[in-house]
């Protein structure tokens, strides 16, 4: 298969995780390389951080490809430019104007999926104060306080891998919790 511009991005995303294709590469990194700069120039002010966290997302699309489970090219890329920018923003601690750009970037514009949005985080947080207490606050260090594994253990006195056991586990209780939550969710529908 010859990748370009006459196939769309499932194809080429099919490519490469079937094959690793590097052409199949070239021409999503092609497609979509300036749109995702300029999202993430918008946010972060500077040129040669904003290539670097670009490059990045390529870098682990390419990486992870024979894994990948991508679905729609374009939403993923985006969103993970979102993530890049928030891990770049909590590493260098920018200023308040770059991180209130962010926020308003992910803002959603509906008032229904604000409100559905609400109601998942409620919940959310609902199934986090369940979690057993030591769990329940090393991932709250973690996730609410931007912690790495080894501030929380040196705050607590326990060891990185204790932590990393904890914050495994409360992903594990929330994964299933929330797919509970979609299962009844769809059986009352």
Request: proline share 2%; charged share 30%; glycine share 2%.
């Amino acid at each position: 298969m010859t990748c370009n511009k006459t196939h769309n991005d499932q194809e080429l995303l099919a490519q490469l995780k079937d094959k690793a294709d590097p052409k199949a590469f070239e021409a999503i990194y092609e497609r979509h390389f300036d749109a995702l700069f300029v999202f993430v120039y918008k946010v972060m002010q500077d040129k040669a951080t904003a290539e670097d966290l670009v490059q990045n997302i390529f870098f682990g699309l390419w990486k992870n490809a024979a894994h990948c489970k991508v679905k729609e090219l374009e939403p993923y890329l985006f969103g993970a430019a979102r993530k890049q920018m928030a891990k770049e923003f909590r590493r260098s601690k920018y200023n308040t104007a770059q991180l209130e750009y962010l926020r308003q970037v992910c803002v959603t514009h509906n008032t229904e999926e604000y409100l559905e949005a609400e109601e998942t985080r409620r919940k959310i947080l609902t199934i986090i104060q369940g979690l057993p207490q030591k769990c329940r606050h090393v991932f709250e260090m973690s996730r609410f306080k931007s912690l790495s594994n080894r501030e929380i253990a040196g705050k607590l006195g326990i060891s990185v891998f204790t932590v990393e056991n904890h914050i495994k586990k409360a992903l594990s209780h929330l994964r299933q919790s929330i797919e509970l939550l979609v299962i009844l969710w769809l059986w009352i529908r």
